[in-house]
């Protein structure tokens, strides 16, 4: 299993900056991609970005130019730089992992999440 902790959310205002950290433990090995996700009230929850063991990233349209994410393996963080801050990236973000168990199954495990509010 892998256990993720989201940090660094908070309130922001438009035009501003945020980073956001996720922390990974457990079996982080087996670890092929890491993912953050966001979900807005009343809408459904949608990939922000991710980022592969090997370090290849993609990111959804609306935050592209905006966003990078980046991993430290070293520390089995993975990072959101946030920048230019828009409204609509008000939401709860949460950290997903994508991993290989032992009999070669595909699973993933989620983070608790944490509320990002951005103010107009």
């Known amino acids: 299993q892998v256990q993720l902790a989201e940090s660094g959310g908070g309130l922001a205002q438009a035009g501003g900056s945020m980073r956001l950290d996720c922390l990974l433990a457990?079996?982080?090995?087996?670890?092929?991609?890491v993912g953050w996700h966001r979900q807005a009230p009343a809408k459904q929850r949608e990939l922000v970005a991710r980022?592969?063991?090997?370090?290849?990233?993609d990111y959804a349209d609306s935050v592209k130019g905006r966003f990078t994410i980046s991993r430290d393996s070293a520390k089995n963080t993975v990072s959101l730089q946030m920048d230019s801050l828009k409204p609509e990236d008000t939401g709860v973000y949460y950290c997903?992992?994508?991993?290989?168990?032992?009999?070669?199954?595909?699973?993933?495990?989620w983070g608790r999440g944490t509320q990002v509010t951005v103010s107009s």
């Open positions: 980022i592969t063991s090997g370090g290849s990233a």
């Open positions: 997903n992992a994508e991993w290989r168990d032992w009999v070669g199954l595909n699973r993933d495990d």
């Open positions: 457990g079996s982080t090995n087996r670890i092929n991609t």
